[in-house]
């Protein structure tokens, strides 16, 4: 008996040194492969046909990384056909094995519906594992789901957690998004300065939104005192990254000196609102008649331009006891508003879809109470005059 459990132990012993011996030129053959694709990937330009073949060769070996990089391709069509269903797969197998990139990778599926139904809890769940490895992508992620209420109910402190997390891991998106809570003043006090810090280091990897912000903090006196060189040099790099709202302000501020021009005509002989919104921003409104082609003229209430504290300040309209007062028509620089996103147009056309009027430049909505009982071509020309008049 004892020879016998002896000999079983050492035949045993001795199976398990075979599986490993035989393992090791496994792995080693797999990594061998991953290392040939990753060649073919990085080569210039990429070679992407012969980099998913080793990849794939890799990722059959399940080797993580080389199924992570083939979902990737398959994502994207790079050197395969594009399938989200390939990609979805190869992705899973990989973050499965604990790869963090693959579970970003999963957690992005998820949240944008790609090869699977949309699913934020989903997704969150892939983010937190890729997180808990310190992955600051993953972090970026989180923090925007709790930022935009997706998947859980909207929570800014916690966005700012994670989005700290990446940020602090010098995370180039997590640093603008952090930058923009700080902006808003969401989950934070509000704070221009504290924005700055962080777009400037989002700025300096090259992230063109991060640059395109610092652009708006120098055009809109945030923090800063209004400084248009400044302002034209962030959006030019921002346009040159390819972000659409820096080329829009750019080739609005470089046509006419936008941002300079004073408001006298503007404004001159036109009776003018102001509106305090919940954030605690003024608004100024500006009261423009409209001659119509058909006869007849039409009131129409513009949005001029959104004043921070800071400015009302500098300009003497906001008092030390906290009012506002305002003497005849004020001499200031000219600032268009902001435009607004296509969720509060949306949202605009939604809930006054006979009254409301887009304007192409800047891109936002005006609501005309009465406009559709007007003659045809009464919205094109409120459009024209209000376009006409922020081109002054």
């Known amino acids: 008996m004892e020879r016998s459990f002896v000999f079983a132990v050492t035949l045993t012993v001795g199976v398990l040194s075979l599986a490993v011996v035989a393992a090791q030129p496994s792995a080693q053959i797999a990594e061998a492969h991953y290392q040939q694709g990753l060649a073919f990937y990085q080569s210039k330009p990429p070679d992407y046909v012969n980099a998913s073949v080793w990849y794939r060769r890799a990722a059959e070996l399940g080797h993580a990384a080389a199924q992570n ?3 990737w391709l398959y994502q994207n069509g790079w ?15 990989a973050a499965t094995r604990g790869d963090a990139a693959a579970q970003v990778n999963l957690g992005w599926m998820y949240e944008n519906g790609r090869g699977v139904a949309r699913d934020h809890l989903e997704a969150m769940r892939w983010y937190r594992q890729a997180a808990a490895q310190n992955n600051p992508i993953a972090a970026d ?17 916690e966005a700012v957690v994670w989005f700290r997390r990446s940020a602090a891991a010098g995370n180039a998106w997590g640093q603008t998004n952090l930058g923009w809570m700080y902006e808003n003043g ?12 962080w777009y400037r280091r989002a700025a300096a990897q090259g992230n063109a939104l991060a640059q395109n912000n610092l652009g708006v903090l120098y055009r809109d006196s945030l923090g800063v005192p209004r400084d248009l060189d400044q302002a034209l040099a962030w959006f030019r790099k921002a346009a040159a990254g390819g972000e659409p709202r820096a080329q829009q302000s750019l080739r609005h501020l470089e046509s006419l000196d936008r941002g300079m021009d004073p408001w006298a005509d503007v404004l001159d002989g036109k009776s003018i609102r102001v509106a305090i919104s919940a954030k605690g921003l003024v608004y100024l409104f500006v009261n423009l008649p409209i001659r119509l082609t058909a006869g007849g003229s039409i009131d129409v209430e513009i ?9 009302l300040r500098d300009l003497g309209i906001l008092q030390p006891n906290g009012s506002l007062a305002m003497k005849e028509n ?14 509060q147009k949306r949202r605009f056309f939604e809930d006054h879809r006979a009254s409301a009027v887009a304007i192409h430049w800047p891109p936002y909505v005006i609501v005309v109470p009465g406009v ?16 006409r008049l922020y081109e002054r």
């Open 330 to 343: 004020p001499h200031l620089p000219y600032k268009p508003m902001r435009a607004a996103s296509e969720a």
């Open 79 to 93: 050197g395969v056909p594009r399938d989200a269903g390939q990609a979805l797969y190869w992705y899973r197998q």
């Open 303 to 311: 949005p001029v331009k959104i004043f921070t504290d800071p400015e």
């Open 69 to 71: 990089d083939l979902g």
């Open 186 to 197: 969401w989950g934070v006090p509000r704070d221009y300065a504290e924005a700055m810090t």
């Open 141 to 157: 992620n989180l923090g925007v789901l709790h930022r935009d209420g997706l998947g859980v109910p909207r929570d800014y402190v």
């Open 372 to 387: 559709d009982q007007r003659p045809a071509g009464t919205k094109e020309a409120i459009r024209e005059a209000v376009e």
